[in-house]
């Protein structure tokens, strides 16, 4: 009968198409995996496990998947050891829920119902807020080398994928299982555009981790304006309604004309690169020689796309409060931006973020 939900808790909340977002397309090719979702205004983790049987009515498998929902997803790495733990008792012992409950009981919060008001008169005692997804400060989990892994992997390609990220386009990563590392790369992706100035861009669409995402999530991605969401799902690349950025392995590509220009590493993109990569190399040194053990790549990474995007967007303030509003090549280099390379990225700023302000670098000519 395909995936179903076997127990949950409470036992009136709705929980359609869970049964596809915990556990990935493709995963009975894999022994064991984790993944991060979105349902309705809520995030969350599950641990995948699957174990060969010998029972016929099973087809020689038994794959399951624990998992919990939470309004946010900055806490959920911490119940990733208990989830991994309850998904082989729930392999090895089917249909003994009594830890879940326990774990329920202890940790429950209230969820508000769709009138925004809470639908018990329990206290809630742990709601952050939903709508500030993105700061330093909240992280989606500890993996050893997860920044490390996602620089290494993509190479001078992030700062492809930081454009595109500013410009808060729909960005879909596709990969086959497993999915965990995955969505780590989503969450990467994301931190790539944070802002910290005050006052910028109310009216500009967040950037938004949807993590993982399948067919059944076709609907919803449908009416979305900007995301970063993985899939284990090839048919998605034939939807190009659904996504402006395809990212395959690392491969990253859009089908939009107007945006390949962004595709193109130029020598500011190097060199941005050049200093990320120095960075790390000096925290790296300072941890060896014992000097820094507090702070982490993790934070340095944040830190560094913050640093970069917040002298961009507060250049390109003060250029549209000047009085002649005119951002000059100087400008351009000043908030380490290539002036012709990084041209109609700068345009595409400007829209996206509607800030008024006249660009007069000219376009490269022969003499």
């Known amino acids: 009968t395909g995936n179903m939900v076997e127990w949950c808790l409470p036992q009136d909340i709705d929980l359609e198409g869970v049964e596809f977002k915990s556990m990935a397309s493709g995963s009975h090719k894999i022994q064991s995996d984790f993944i991060y979702f979105r349902k309705g205004v809520c995030f969350g983790l599950a641990c995948f496990a699957n ?32 989830l991994e733990n309850q998904v082989r008792h729930q392999l090895e012992m089917p249909g003994h829920y009594s830890h879940l409950e326990a774990f329920y009981d202890d940790k429950k919060g209230v969820l508000p119902d769709s009138k925004g008001t809470s639908n018990s008169q329990q206290p809630v005692h742990w709601l952050p807020s939903i709508h500030r997804y993105m700061y330093p ?12 892994q996602f620089i290494k992997f993509f190479g001078e390609q992030i700062l492809v994928l930081w454009k595109f990220a500013l410009l808060r386009k729909r960005i879909l990563i596709f990969s086959p299982p497993p999915v965990g590392v995955v969505c780590y790369r989503v969450y990467c992706c994301c931190c790539l555009a944070n802002v910290s100035l005050p ?4 009216t500009v669409p967040e950037s938004k981790p949807f993590f993982y995402v399948n067919v059944a999530d076709i609907e919803m991605l ?35 004309e107007h945006l390949q220009p962004l595709l193109k590493i130029n020598n500011a993109d190097k060199e941005k690169y050049r200093r990320l990569n120095d960075q790390r190399q000096m925290l790296m040194y300072s941890q060896e020689v014992g000097e820094d053990c507090s702070s982490c790549e993790e934070d340095l990474f944040i830190l560094f796309f913050m640093e970069q995007n917040n002298r961009i967007f507060q250049t390109l303030m003060e250029v549209s409060a000047s009085q002649d509003k005119t951002l000059t090549a100087d400008h351009a280099r000043g908030m380490g931006l290539d002036p012709q390379g990084d041209r109609s990225f700068l345009m595409d700023l400007l829209e996206v973020y509607g800030i008024d302000v006249m660009l007069v670098i000219d376009n490269p000519c022969c003499t």
């Open 199 to 202: 006052g910028l861009g109310g």
């Open 222 to 256: 449908e009416t979305e304006v900007s995301y970063v969401a993985c899939t284990t799902e090839k048919i998605f690349e034939q939807k190009r309604d659904l996504y402006d950025v395809y990212v395959d392995n690392q491969n990253v590509k859009t089908h939009h």
């Open 51 to 82: 174990m060969p049987v010998e029972s016929e009515l099973e087809r020689g498998a038994r794959m399951k998947s624990v998992g919990i929902l939470s309004p946010s997803y900055t806490l959920l790495y911490r119940y990733m050891h208990f």
């Open 137 to 148: 400060e909240m992280k989606i989990t500890h993996p050893a080398g997860c920044m490390s």
